[in-house]
């Protein structure tokens, strides 16, 4: 019965052992689609390259599905799963800095990482804004203090604010997500650009 | 490397979709396994916490910042699933550079600019996303992603955070990418 | 076939799959050790004797008592309409439809409320809800309602009342002392239409 590490199935080793697995696995996907390339990752936001639109949100649901599965089959105790806690004023705050953030580095920290591993010299300076971005916070933490901890809503589930099932959302996130994978393609044809 | 076609190239890269269900999997294992999504952004914190805490032994008691990473960790603050993990990106990334034949260290620019200019570029938006990540409690990978995909609330205004600025700034380093 | 189309094909179905699937099966519901100690210090649980009593009289159909002492005390007296679970196995799994449901409300009793208690501290922790404790268990019962005393003339009104409802309740119910009811027939008197089940009536009387 997952998930392991909560239940004591597996020992805490054994889990940081596993997340490197889990890790090598997650940098080989995101290298292979073409995350590594800032071009590429930029693209969607110029529609010449949906290529992160399509994995992140296939991603997204492929693993909404498997654990809304998983836990119908007794696999899973979806109650242990960690879910992200909701601190809205923060988590608006820190998107639209990171979205900035994101357009004009063409990059985000796992993407960064991947980059940097093939030798991207972008991404590796890109890595290194992150310590700077990092550091800073740490040491003007006070400033944030307030704005970072107010608003917190708990672990609500986006199902949940709705009032719906878990299940029900899952499928209409499923066919919001197959909508703009259509609108996607036809943006990449609209707008192409010669390959890099 | 320089007589194959640039289109043979890109058809190097998986398939998105094929891609995205793969990621979904390696996220569905990690929520199996460790109770938790993928993230990045956790261990560059961890790496800065460490990092202070050998410089100044006694942060903990003095920065706010370091007591409230200790409250949540236990333990040496390097000793954190996300640091193991993305240890593992990097020799994930670069086994798939290794076989993709992709292994080249160059700056990645539009040809449009000089790499000088994409280097800073590069240094500010990391600087930028190494804040927001830290107020937005996760990055894209962390919070978005792996929020998403067990439904998190927060996750999800993240992400909308995150995209919706990204594309309302498009137009402004436009420049940089077409 | 495009890959989009592939994946489409595939996972909408799911998704269909998913959306129909009741709400219960994809979340095993528990209780944290913090949320249960709340409820069972404020007493939430507990359900008067006098409201129980009325019920009764009204035939209440969303009222279900449930004996959880031993099917032999169980045999040597019940309250009417009760079933039989003892705690010992209360966690089979013939049982479970009836403790976890949403129709009615499962009222749990036995001679003190210790066992009760016990029986609804194991189905809260797993979740299920519309269980109760009778208060005071068949002691109370016997004691107060059956076998109703009358207050001290000194005593406020408001004990008069109870005092004039629990007597006739206990007729209604089938009066004082042991009386050797197999399992489930109700007492046949007339039958007023059930009012929704969880309004708490106070008998007219009083001042």
Redesign the interface.
Known sequence: MGPLAPNGIISENTNFLLAFFIGIAFGFVLESSGFSSSRKLAGIFYGYDAVVLKVFFTGAITCMVGLLFMSLFGWIDLDLVYVNPTYLTSAIIGGVIMGAGFIMGGFCPGTSFTGAAIGKIDAMVFVGGLFIGVYGFAFTYPWWEKMYMAKYLGEPKVSESLGMKDGLFGLLLIIAALLMFVVAEWAEKKFPREEY | MSDIT??E??RR?????????????????????????????G???S???TS?EVVHKDAVNT????A?YAESHSGSPM?S??V???????????????I?G?????????PKIT?GR??V??????????????????????????????????????????????????YF??R??? | MKPLKLLALFIIPLGIILAAVPADKTRRFKLSADELLQEAGAGVQFISPDVIADMLVQKDPSLQLVDVRTPEEFEAYSMPGAINIPLSNLLSDEYTDILNQDARMNVFYSNGSVYANEAWMLTRQLGYENNFVLEGGLNYWFGNILSAQAPAQTSPNEEFAKYDFRKSAATALGGGGVVTTEGSAPTVKAVKPAVTAKAKKKPAGGC
């Open positions: 640039k289109t190239r890109s890269y998986l398939n998105p979709y094929l891609g995205g269900v793969l990621l979904g999997l390696v996220l569905l294992a990690a929520n199996f396994i460790a109770g938790r999504g993928l993230g990045a952004s261990a560059i914190k790496v800065v916490a202070i920065m706010p910042f370091m409230e000793r699933w996300l193991f993990e993305m240890l593992g990106v990097l020799v994930g990334g670069f086994i798939s550079g290794a993709a992709r292994l080249k260290l160059k700056v990645e620019h539009s790499s994409r280097l570029f590069a240094l500010m938006g990391g600087t930028l996303f190494g804040l927001g990540s830290q107020i937005g409690r996760g990055c894209t990978s962390g919070s978005a992603l792996s929020g998403m995909g067990v439904l998190s609330l927060g996750g999800f205004i993240t992400m909308m955070a995150i995209f919706g600025t990204a594309y309302a700034l498009a380093f436009r940089n990418w077409i």
